[in-house]
């Protein structure tokens, strides 16, 4: 009885453990991504870096469709997962429109309810929405959590109109775009950063009474973050073009109902001069080290040093800028990618010839026996096979082909079974002197007997 109850426990684990795994989805694509429309629940991950560059000419010239909706509209809010596996999206081209009173979305998330997305890059995007942003134009109710993720590019607003019917006045204009979010209520986001350029497309700010508001949110980092949305270790070095616009602008958050803790925005950088959440900084501050001096800079973020010379960096995205930085933790191990071994082979976390390292004989850290240990002299790599000078009297004999890397010089050859040489044994009765076989042998004696 015992052992089927255990079998049974067994069983239930194997399915919960194969379900798991088989939920996990991942994408090479930007079709895939597309994809993520068909079930909106899923979690998925990122095999590699993938270019949405075709996205342009999608949809009739609208590009790719923000999860959650398509080209007939709203589909659906995701709720999945996304695990960028430290892999970046370039070039996605999501720019929708519809009439004066459609209120339109860009991103590559639509609309976020219970969400994640995690060590995700998006470079080089082109984005128009009424609700905008580079990870998620609109996070609802449950909202998203975003954790080492950030975004670069264009990002433009677009107005919708709403009959607010109230007086004659009642056409308000509305939108909200960010950098990372164009709206979130109770979210989390921590260590991310957006650098985009913002273009503000119509927008103003006026009160006409009655509850019938004509506001537009527009923010380097976030355009609107409500209910209770939470904000750590993050920046912006967005710029914001205005124009003749007058939305609400901030150079970090534009509206803000939650907290903002140790996150930062360039001043010298961002076009407006106010900010609803985060601490500006100038441009030499937000270069400098200790601005962060509450960041992780062990594990998440990379502060290049000397002070001045660039902005704080997710670690894991420094992988493929060309550059094998170690100061920055990248090896042939963390980043093959930079710090390829060509010929050689990464051997932990270095590069290594097999061919001829003799610390490195054949295998990754096979040692062929040091000088002056078990009698050798001269040691080297030859072929990926341990060779050795050895002292007068002494050699290498455990294998001819493929000696052992670990005893060095282990036979003495003056043995009459290795005598002057390895395996050179002499005749029956003989003795070894001096590496040479003497001395009457047995047969000799044998021989006399007989006769």
Known sequence: MKRGIVFLVLGILIIILTSSISALTGISTCQGLQNINNNLAES????????????????SGQ?????????????????????????????????WTGDAYTTTYGGLIGIANGARVYNLSLQNVDIMGGY???????????????????????????????????????ITRHYRVGGLVGFAENSIITNSYATVTLYANGGRNNDFGGGCYDTSYIGGFCGQCWGGTTISNSYSNSYISLGLNTPI??????????????????????????????????????????????????????????DLTDYPRLRWSLCGDGTCNSAAGENCLTCLADCGCGIQTCCTDIC?????????????????????????QTRSCVSAKCSFTCDTGWGNCNSVLNPNPDDGCERSLTTVTDCGGCNIACAHGQTCESGVCGGISGVYWKNMINN
């Not at 790719?64 to 997962?81: H, L, Q, V, W």
């Not at 609109?138 to 670069?152: H, K, L, M, P």
């Open 249 to 306: 602008a901030g150079g970090f958050i534009s509206r803000l109902s939650g907290t903002v803790t140790s996150s930062y925005w360039d001043r010298d950088v961002a076009g407006v001069g106010t900010s609803a959440g985060g601490t500006p900084k100038t441009t030499a501050e937000m270069k400098t080290k200790s601005t962060f001096s509450g960041w992780d800079s062990v594990k998440i973020w990379y502060m290049a040093q000397p």
């Open 63 to 95: 590009g790719f469709a923000p999860i959650g909706r398509n080209a007939g509209g709203y589909i659906g809010d995701f709720s999945g997962r996304i695990d960028g596996k430290g892999h970046k999206i370039t070039n996605l081209y999501s720019k």
């Open 352 to 376: 290594k010839d097999l061919q001829n390292n003799p610390d490195s004989c054949g295998f990754c850290n096979r040692a062929c026996s040091q000088v002056g240990v078990n009698h050798v």
């Open 132 to 170: 905008a942003g580079g990870i998620v134009a609109r996070a609802v109710v449950n909202g998203i959590i975003i954790d080492q993720s950030y975004v670069t590019g264009i990002i433009t607003s677009r107005i919708w109109l709403e009959d607010c019917g109230v007086f004659i006045i009642d």
């Open 44 to 59: 998925y991950y990122l095999m590699n870096d993938i270019s949405c560059a075709i996205t342009s000419t999608w949809n």
